[in-house]
């Protein structure tokens, strides 16, 4: 959040406490701002009016868990919307483009899975099944919240395989989603060794975001 997020944010969350007869020390507005720190201010003032709103939980103080349930969904509605969007990727990059999607846990599930063209490559007959791994998956690790290990910076397509073992470079990723909050997960990611990791560390992201950044003001 920039400054004028933080001062909109704290405002509203003291509204919110003086609605519900509370008070928030510093501390726990702080709490707060550290646990949504990853939304848009817009998205948070939405889901505390939703939660206002909710006839069922309407009558508490929200707790963080709370508001981000308003933002997103429940686990089970996001990971449907996960591979949704998933699907969709499939269908308009293709299993030869590298990619970056704008939510984390798509790349660590796509990780676990075997990696990005491995899903390409899946037959209509074994979708369901991939489908019901790649929810359950995906639930489980929104559920460990601050216990997920870390992402790969993106996913690595077949073509930069290629290129890769050929010594030869290699297009930026394609930004799936929101591209601002692609481009935080490629900066967020991991070069750690697990199963479709691309190897290069911090440096080497933030280079491949400035690539991302260049077609993009070229396009």
């Not at 990696?115 to 490559?121: F, K, L, Y």
């Not at 870390?150 to 077949?158: D, N, R, T």
């Not at 967020?188 to 400035?210: I, K």
Request: proline content about 5%.
């Amino acid at each position: 959040m920039n400054r004028n997020d933080s001062f909109r944010f704290a405002k509203a969350l003291v509204a919110l406490a003086e609605y519900y007869g509370r008070e928030l020390s510093e501390g726990v507005i702080d709490l707060y701002r550290q646990g949504l720190q990853s939304y848009d201010i817009e998205a948070i003032e939405r889901a505390i009016g939703a939660h206002l709103q909710n006839p069922d939980t309407g009558q508490w103080m929200p707790k963080i868990a709370d508001i981000v349930r308003m933002i997103e969904g429940t686990t089970l509605d996001a990971a449907a919307l996960a591979w949704a969007k998933v699907m969709r990727a499939v269908g308009s990059v293709g299993q030869y483009q590298s990619l970056a999607f704008d939510d984390a846990l798509i790349h660590l599930v796509i990780d676990d899975l075997g990696g990005w063209p491995g899903i390409c490559q899946t037959s209509e007959d074994e979708l369901p099944f991939l489908a019901k791994r790649f929810e359950t998956n995906y639930r489980a690790y929104r559920r460990r919240a601050g216990d997920v290990p870390k992402h790969p910076h993106y996913l690595v397509g077949v073509s930069e395989m290629s290129n890769s073992a050929a010594g030869h470079r290699s297009d930026p990723p394609r930004l799936v989603g929101d591209p601002e909050r692609a481009k935080r997960v490629m900066l967020g990611g991991s070069s750690a060794p697990r199963l479709q990791v691309s190897s290069f560390g911090e440096r080497a992201a933030a280079e491949v975001l400035r690539l991302v950044e260049r077609n993009e003001s070229a396009a």
